[in-house]
């Protein structure tokens, strides 16, 4: 028995020793430190166990998909162009038969997740210099979060102009009192720079005299599994400097957790004549003038508003009549 054997059994038994739902991660990687394909980490909810395989290349597709076809309740599938392999999402999804399938955007689970963790460990951020190192996908997103929270980035990236590009986009849609700059060199950046966020897809671009730049006690997060250097990570340590590894457990649940959510809101949107002129309607459908919006139509136990018949709600002296009349119900 080869190693793909051993490990896809391996998956699969844990996966069946269960009792929670079962779902499988189809994804891409664009990290250059990683084989063609691996199983990562199983990931688990409250609610939800799913294996999880990463490709950069098609060759072994087939066999995951086929053997985890039918046993597990929903494929995840990574939609997001990473330029590693093309159409990976309408590829995976075809040769899927039996379980369910949702798209996932696994980088924005890395946002979330780094987003959050900044929030916690780092609550103010007004006039707080953070340098991001990597203008990618995950690079752009955090630098937009992280300045409408009002921090001052730095945005540095290989290509100029395209950084140069997202930075004006960025100062465009942002909304707060932080600012994004765009820069071609890391260590000039890092002067007196309070965290360091290695966005790069696995490229050592933090070296020593990045860390050396840094301010007192400054953070550094990995974000994209590999872009410090030894000997950066070394003089990190003398220095006192504090070294993270992003975690996306915490964006990965909040994701399952509001796929589960809207999946259910999705089937007990409604609309329901309850008598006397009263129409009943459930959160996310607009209704008419006058509508009451409940919590549930079957078992209300909480009014939410009244419809204004635009996608609001009436104010309380123009509520109140539709209000009396529900409650003679």
Known sequence: MGLFDENIK???????????????????????????????????????????????????????????????????IDSENKGVVDNFAKKAFKLIQKSKVIFYKPNDIAVESLDMFLSVLVPDLEHI????????????????????RGANVILCGRDQAKVNAIVDGLNII????????????????????????????????????????????????????????????????????????????????????????????????GRKIAGQGVTLVTQGVIGAYGDIIVNDLNKTSRVIGVCNGKGDVLHDKEAAPFLERFNKL
């Open 10 to 76: 391996k998956v699969n038994r844990i996966l069946s020793e269960s009792e929670k739902r079962q779902l499988f991660c189809l994804s891409t990687t664009a990290n250059q430190n990683n084989p063609p394909f691996y199983f990562g980490p199983i990931r688990e909810t409250e609610h939800t166990i799913a294996g999880n395989a990463l490709f950069r290349d098609l060759t072994l597709l087939p066999r995951v998909v086929a053997h985890f076809d039918g046993l597990v309740e929903t494929f995840l």
């Open 129 to 148: 210099k953070i340098v991001v190192v990597g203008a990618g996908n995950i690079g752009s997103k955090i630098s937009l979060k992280l300045i409408e």
């Open 174 to 269: 942002k909304r707060g009192k932080g600012k994004v700059i765009q820069s071609d060199n890391i260590p000039d950046s890092c002067k007196s720079a309070n965290v360091v966020l290695g966005c790069t897809a696995g490229v050592q671009v933090i070296n020593t005299d990045t860390v050396t730049s840094l301010s007192n006690r400054a953070i550094i997060v990995d974000a994209g599994n590999g872009t410090i250097t030894e000997e950066a990570l070394i003089e990190a340590r003398k220095r006192d400097v504090q070294l993270y590894s992003l975690s996306i457990q915490g964006g990965y649940q909040g994701f399952i957790e509001n796929w589960e959510f809207t999946r259910n809101h999705i089937l007990r949107l």
